[in-house]
């Protein structure tokens, strides 16, 4: 080999982790293509480089390192969440005894029961539990919260328990139900109705909220005119969930029916209000007068028609624009 061959193999075995890589110039590569013809050193060495043993074995046991060390994360956790059940056991049994000793009953200590059972929900159920944590400590939680309700409401003489329970489930469904579901496997019939599935949860529970509150107190006219609000509102919800979710066009005529839609449940919700409470058929916008905002009726129709008229024209744009769109891509 004489002396210009060994440099070149220098300089070639220098390039061949960017060769293997393919990261080297053009002019690199044929170079180093050219060398591997004529230089079975070169060659050899290529070959060798090109052996993944090491990185394989190397790769195998990096995951086998991080495994172990997963599941002794999971351990120590799973113990600490032991340790802190036990902590919250401490009150529980102190509390009975005293119960027992006094012969005050036991309304005191299944409160206080309840109350650990609780944070043991947003505690212990996170680190004792293996998969889906989130979805179990939520679930525990209500579960938990209505068990305080029920003996809080024993402890004071009962009929308060549906009352503070029903709104309660309304209110935590609104913040928590998206994330349950979400995580959970339905049938394959309703996996890809989960949207919907919660639109009609949280509208049953808002409707029975509104009768359970109104019909404890007898307030009869005061449900009647819970549900006509909620009728209007939610009509008005639904039309824009169903459009957003299900209706196979693009999304600038989405966005432009529910800018239409928008702008005539704003401006006509008071007068449909009106119609079913009242019985009086009224349009606010027919008192329009831009020359007069001094009086409520003027000025509710003046903001009324120019929320009309800019939400018709920028509805009308976006819907323009998104059917334009749509010829074209047809």
Partial sequence: MN???????????????????????????????????????????????KNTTI???????????????????????????????????????ITFIISVNNGGGLGVFAVLTASMMLAASLVVVPLVSRQKRMIKSILTSV??????????????????????SIPTIFGLSIVFFPLVIRNIALPPVLSDKKALIMMTWDTLWLFLTIFEVCNHSGDVEGMRAGYTVSLILMTGVWFVFLIARYLPVNVWIKAGMISIIGCIWTVFTNDVYV????????????????????????????????TLIFGGIIGGLLLMYGIINMKRKR
Avoid at 17 to 33: F, G, H, Q
Avoid at 288 to 301: E, G, I, R
Wanted: hydrophobic letters at 45%; charged letters at 20%; aromatic letters at 12%.
């Fill in 3 to 49: 002396k210009n061959n060994f440099n070149e193999c220098g300089v070639v075995q220098d390039l061949l982790p960017l060769y293997y890589d393919n990261a080297c110039t053009p002019a690199s590569r044929k170079m180093v293509e050219q060398h591997l013809m004529i230089c079975e050193k070169c060659r050899k060495t290529y070959e060798e480089l």
């Fill in 55 to 93: 990185d394989t074995v190397m790769e195998s046991e990096s995951a086998g390192i991080l495994e172990r060390h997963a599941r002794k994360e999971r351990n120590m956790a799973y113990k600490a969440g032991i340790v802190i059940a036990f902590l919250l056991l401490v009150p529980i049994v």
């Fill in 143 to 164: 579960i938990s919260l209505l068990f305080i309700f029920f003996f809080v409401d024993q402890m004071n003489g009962g009929g308060q328990f549906i009352l503070w």
């Fill in 275 to 306: 119609y079913f409470m009242e019985h009086k058929k009224q349009l606010t916008i027919l008192a329009t007068d831009f020359s007069d905002w001094s009086n409520t009726t003027c000025y509710n129709a003046n903001v009324f028609t120019l």
